[in-house]
């Protein structure tokens, strides 16, 4: 184990469950990460917070600032001062609708944007000078209208993830339950809708998206058809231009694919329930060639992310972290209580 260790903040699920009660046991654990080797080590609780399934962070002038989307029916966002290898917590506030599943911080940084998944609302927290929230809620609520075909799943509008338009222009919504990514412009220091970026095909329940590069594609996972598209991205405009299946592998239970991640020219998908990091090779054209489907050693990849090299799997339902290398095999593992969200410190 080399000495310098980088360190990881993983957000969790009630140990007891996903879409069980929260308040048991769940909140946000500190693991640290050896660049030379891939090994995970020293995981340890830091607080105690109900259900912070995602994370973000600030830096400021003053340290940094952690935020933990609370994913409950009263929907709540948390910020904590990192004060070392601790977190202090600063303040509670609401989050603008039910299960909070998504934050994004604004391109300037000083609003903190959160995708209510079953309101489907946006919440927009604005923030201060040193990370703090410069209000008691929400600045804004944006709400949606509209449904899709799958009557068990998108019965309504369901804000799955927040991203920001290459351009920096707009602010983006994926919405699962109405197959779009909803578009917001700046206008006066406030959010203003501004129509919808993209429609996916009915039923496909868009999840996540990354954009390439040079920000001329965005590749959105379909979570019920299990899918992975590419769409041409021009001033907040996306278009289809290819559909590929985001895994091949069978499972016994309905395949949903989670987060996406671009690491340079290769895109990264976590399948869960065939338990896969599905890898593609991103063409000089923006369009995808599959090339792998790594097995992982746990079950329902839930999130990921590339640090230092090395691929860090949030494995929820098995209660683990995985580290892949570039070749996908896998070189560690540690046990956590049903991580959801892996966040560089």
């Not at 609401?94 to 909070?100: E, F, H, V």
């Not at 559909?243 to 869960?272: C, I, K, N």
Request: net charge negative.
């Amino acid at each position: 184990m080399s000495a310098q260790q980088t360190p990881l903040w993983i957000g969790t699920y009630p140990v007891a469950g996903a879409g069980t009660p929260v308040g048991r046991g769940e909140g946000i654990w500190r693991v640290d990460l050896d660049p030379a080797t891939g090994a995970l080590s020293n995981a340890r609780q830091v607080v105690e917070t109900p259900s912070p399934s995602f994370l973000a962070l600030r830096k400021t002038a003053g340290g940094s600032v952690l935020y933990a989307a609370n994913e409950q029916t009263d929907g709540t966002v948390s910020a904590f001062d990192v004060v070392g290898d601790s977190l202090v917590h600063r303040a509670t506030v609401p989050s603008g609708g039910a299960d909070p599943c998504h934050l994004q911080l604004d391109v300037d940084g000083d609003t903190l944007l959160v995708a209510n998944y079953s309101s489907g609302t946006l919440g927009v927290l604005p923030l201060d000078e040193d990370g703090g929230f410069a209000t008691q809620g929400p600045a804004q609520v944006l709400g949606h209208v509209g449904a899709g075909p799958d009557e068990d799943r998108q019965e309504s509008p369901h804000a799955h993830f927040v991203a920001l338009d290459p351009s920096g222009a707009f602010v983006l919504v994926v919405d699962l339950g109405t197959d779009e990514i909803r578009r917001y412009r700046r206008e006066d220091g406030r959010l203003v809708e501004d129509g919808i970026a993209a429609v996916l095909p009915a039923g496909k329940g868009p999840r996540h998206v990354a954009f390439g590069a040079d920000g001329r594609f965005a590749y959105v996972v379909g979570e019920l058809d299990v899918t992975v598209r590419v769409l041409a991205w021009d001033r907040g405009v996306g278009t289809v231009v290819q559909t590929v299946p985001a895994t091949t592998v069978p499972a016994r239970e309905r395949r949903l694919p989670s987060h996406v991640v671009r690491d340079g020219d290769q895109l990264l998908v976590g399948v869960r329930a065939s338990d896969v990091l599905a890898r593609f090779t991103i063409r000089p054209d923006g369009l995808l060639d599959p090339v792998a489907d790594h097995p992982l050693p746990g079950a329902w990849p839930r999130h990921l992310d590339v640090v230092d090299g090395w691929t860090v799997v949030a494995e929820q339902v098995s209660s683990g972290l995985a580290v892949l290398d570039g070749d996908g095999a896998v070189v560690s593992t540690l046990a956590l209580p049903s991580p959801t969200c892996v966040l560089p410190a």
